[in-house]
């Protein structure tokens, strides 16, 4: 059984790669827009929104998925981070963030 450490460990370089995916799967106009910082941020937002929003609670289809609104995902990030004082941001923009931590999530299954 891992200890606390071992998985605290695990869950930091678990969001390390998928920051540096998210990074890779932007357009080279936003790579140079968001910080690194920024993604982290970004991706615990995502994982917050997921957790609280019930969205993981929808009955997945017949091949197991469940349907995320994209749109709804950045609108959220980009309020939130207005909210949090992070700056703003657009939804088009937080669009590649979400897509490219959904590809990331996806690219783990296969």
Do not use: N
């Not at 140079?32 to 995502?46: A, S």
């Not at 950045?74 to 490219?100: N, Y």
Request: hydrophobic share 40%; net charge negative.
């Amino acid at each position: 059984m891992a200890s606390f450490d071992d998985e605290l460990l695990l869950d930091a370089e678990d969001d390390a790669r998928t920051v540096a995916y998210i990074h890779s799967y932007l357009p080279q106009d936003l790579k140079e827009r968001f910080t690194e910082d920024e993604l982290y941020y970004f991706l615990d937002v995502i994982i917050e929104y997921y957790a609280t929003s019930g969205i993981l609670d929808a009955t997945p289809d017949k091949d197991g998925c469940i349907d995320i609104d994209i749109d709804l995902v950045a609108a959220h990030l980009a309020k939130q981070a207005k909210k949090d004082r992070m700056g703003e941001f657009s939804p088009e923009d937080l669009r590649w963030v979400v897509e490219g931590e959904m590809e990331y999530a996806d690219s783990l299954e296969e």
